[in-house]
């Protein structure tokens, strides 16, 4: 039997919006992919940065790795993307599911944009469709279109690793809302089923941890342990009880504080709008469009 690759991956988290940023490479040929970075955004002042990116391009520098691809999951909405400034930085191509043009389509709706704004996803270099595969490395990477959070979700299972975005937390967390325009239970559930139905062994790794309780952030868990606690997916739950349960919860929770300013950079690829007469990038929020919760 052909042993599974495994990658080695290295896990950053940015304490100001729980994320998780991702690098992973192959050992043998030590090239590798950076997933979901982060760009650095003050929502008091305005200001962004790239100084969290810039701890995932000092590790892939003094690693020695040649980094092949710029990942992103999906339209981010709790986060700006800094895909396109690491893309430039290491001179790599960026890539995310091809169902991101739906995702553009609705919120350029939400947000009133120009006619002439593009939805067809070319503010990435590749488009991934479901079930393409492509190489880091030995290591080859399939895509899994994987909805539910975001209609344009995908996961990258690399070897050994599944990077599942917002899908599943950790398992004391549960999984992902799926309340978002566009989100669905039924499809996260979907969703769920299908990477828990991965190999035991395979690695998990998620978008997000809170600390529950306070505890250190952790972003791995294997498939296994997901299928016995987490506290949401633990006994194969029907679908009928997972959206009792999801949407429930779903129901209690307040939009992320970054959302109505990170989605109009991310369906821009992780771009701030273009600057204005004076030089100056605006971000505009669409008063009154969602209600109080």
Known sequence: MTETPHPIVKGFWHEPTGSWQYVFHDPATMQGAVIDPVMDFD?????????SAQLLLDYIRETGIEVVWVLDTHPHADHFSAAPWMGAQLGAPTGIGEHVTKVQKLWKGIYNLPEDFPTDG??????????EIFMVGEIPVRVMFSPGHTMASVTYVAGDA?????????????????????????DLYASLTAILSLPNA???FVGHDYRPKGRPARCEASVAEHR?????????PTEADFRAVRD?????????????????????????????????????LPLGYFEPR
């Open 43 to 51: 929502p008091l002042s305005g200001a962004t940065g790239f100084a």
């Open 248 to 284: 429930a919860r779903d129901a209690t929770l307040p939009l992320p504080k970054l959302m109505l300013a990170a989605l109009q950079v991310n369906i821009r690829g992780g771009r701030l709008p273009e600057p204005e007469s004076n030089g100056r990038a605006y971000l505009k």
């Open 202 to 204: 395979t690695r998990v």
């Open 122 to 131: 070319s503010q990435w270099d590749h488009l991934f469709m479901e079930g």
């Open 162 to 186: 599944a990077f599942v975005h917002d899908t599943l937390m950790m398992p004391d967390s549960g999984t992902s809302r799926a309340d978002f325009p566009g989100g669905s239970s039924a």
């Open 228 to 236: 016995a606690a987490n506290i949401h997916m633990k006994d194969a």
